[in-house]
């Protein structure tokens, strides 16, 4: 088991399973460039079986299962050629249906140029007290609800038609290569009016009126390739995620860094600045532990001269912190040690709630990754897959 | 009409490639074929009534840039899913 520094505090679980619970079995939801795929691992997580494809051909952005009620999955979908729509399974993927109004933006008035949906690329289910609702966020940068578990869906009015939408999420070329994208809809776990969302670009924002107002929350945080120095918004978090137990602590991993925000503090404090100099503290995504709200992991890429985005030097590995960034310890044992060139998308790295926590990342050259040791060591557990987009661990009961 | 479903719509139409349709321009055709396969319309229509992309619909051979895109009886409608890249 990976040690840890004295300073981590952890934080008792709202839920955890009673010794004598019937055992869980996870499953790794995996959305790639060609179809979406399950591993299904044993109890201890030391053996993974792969099934799928799902929709093979298809691009699936995200695949994600309802913890709420245990069994509905989410798939946001679209083909090179065809639109995009939303996938609802309640029996594992044995049967789809199709959302009957996928997420699109409100038709424009006569004569005005209107915004359609490009892709669905996040997925995110709703408070634990509101049963059926799901966010989605789009590309280009919108924002959907549903309040039928993912069977019909409407813009967020607040968000999507917000007078300063338009320069919150600048022109084109303001976002990723392969579009400007909403994501990393995070639902205040003591309070389901209270929201944040990212964009790339756009920066961070935040709404406690359940997505009626958005005000934008990026100072301290970089934007090294705008003109101005200090934007209110335009920044590009690739990843924010909450700590569940503490949600007050943000983390994000952008385009410009790694930081931590404590609040009711408004200004990011930027981490990634003790990283390796020779890494740098570039990637898309970044992981909280479920206990300890000073533990996080982030998958360095490389960002400098044409942003290759690969894994700096051709060296892959993890980096973790156990005192909130203050220091950073490389975990790669069991990763390639070299000439190895692939990257992990900002939905692929995750992990799961169990002691020691597991963690599981799937690349860009399609393979997965997997560590039942909060790091400490790593093993492959899926390859020759597609190029992968999104993990998710799912909890399947027995 | 006939219209002629691409493979990628298959999954909307019962596996069939070949299907019958009414309207008097490409918009009606597509709503009328939405009604009978749900879903398939917003495939290849976004919500802004634009034809997607990689799309492309033939109405007695001639390619047809909008729903407006009048059609005969006796046309057939050809739907063409014209996918890039890798």
Redesign the interface.
């Known amino acids: 088991m990976a040690t840890r520094g004295k300073s981590t505090t952890r934080l008792k679980p709202k839920r955890r399973a009673a010794p004598s619970s019937p055992p869980k079995q996870l499953v790794l939801l995996l959305g790639t460039r060609k179809g979406a795929f399950f591993l299904h691992g044993d109890a201890g997580r030391k053996q993974w079986r792969i099934e799928g494809p799902h929709f093979l051909g298809c691009v699936i952005h995200h695949l994600v299962l309802d913890p709420r009620d245990g069994r509905t999955l989410l798939m946001a979908s679209r083909t090179g050629h065809l639109g995009p729509t939303v996938f609802r399974s309640t029996d594992w993927g044995k049967t789809w249906k199709e959302a009957t109004t996928p997420p699109a933006f409100a038709k424009a008035h006569e004569g005005q140029e209107g915004e359609a949906v490009d892709h669905v690329f996040w997925l995110t289910p709703g408070h634990a007290s509101q049963p059926g609702v799901w966010y989605a966020g789009t590309s280009p940068q919108g924002l959907f609800r549903s309040d039928d578990g993912g069977v019909t869906w409407t813009g967020v009015k607040g968000f999507n038609e917000h007078a300063m939408r338009a320069k919150w999420i600048g022109g084109m070329g303001a976002g990723t290569p392969d579009g400007p994208k909403m994501h990393s809809i995070l639902i205040d776990p003591r309070d389901p009016n209270h929201m944040y969302i990212g964009m790339s670009g756009g920066g961070s924002f935040e709404s406690t009126d359940a997505g009626g107002d958005w005000k934008p929350m990026n100072k301290g945080v970089a934007a090294d390739f705008l003109p101005e120095k200090d934007p209110e918004y335009g920044h590009d978090p690739h990843q924010m995620q909450l700590h569940p137990l503490r949600p007050d602590r943000l983390y994000q991993q952008n385009h410009c860094g790694i930081y931590r925000l404590d609040r009711p503090s408004d200004t990011w404090e930027r981490i990634g600045r003790n990283m390796p100099k020779k890494v740098g503290d570039i990637g898309f995504a970044i992981c909280l532990h479920p206990r300890d709200p000073d533990t996080v992991w982030v998958f360095p890429m490389d960002g400098t001269t044409v942003w290759p985005r690969t894994s700096p030097d051709g060296k892959p590995s993890v980096y973790r912190t156990t005192n909130g960034g203050k220091t950073w310890k490389r975990q790669d044992k069991g990763l390639p040690a070299s000439q190895a060139w692939f990257t992990v998308k900002r939905q692929a790295f995750v992990l799961d709630q169990e002691d020691p926590v597991g963690l599981y990342f799937g690349t860009t050259s399609g393979e997965v990754w997997a560590s039942r040791d909060e790091g400490a060591s790593w093993r492959s557990i899926a390859a020759h897959l597609p190029h992968v987009y999104s993990v998710s661990v799912a909890e399947r009961g027995r | 009409m006939k219209v002629l479903v691409p493979g990628?719509?298959h999954s909307y139409t019962g596996r069939k490639s070949e299907v019958e349709a009414d309207g008097a321009t490409l918009g009606e055709v597509l709503a009328h074929l939405d009604g009978r396969f749900?879903?398939l319309r917003?495939?290849?229509?976004?919500?802004?009534?634009?034809i997607?992309p990689?799309?492309v619909v033939y109405v007695a051979g001639e390619p047809a840039r909008s729903l407006r895109h009048p059609v005969r009886a006796q046309d057939e409608v050809m739907i063409v899913?014209?996918?890039?890249?890798g």
């Open positions: 990628p719509l749900p879903g917003f495939r290849l229509v976004d919500e802004q009534d634009r997607r990689h799309i899913a014209a996918l890039s890249g």
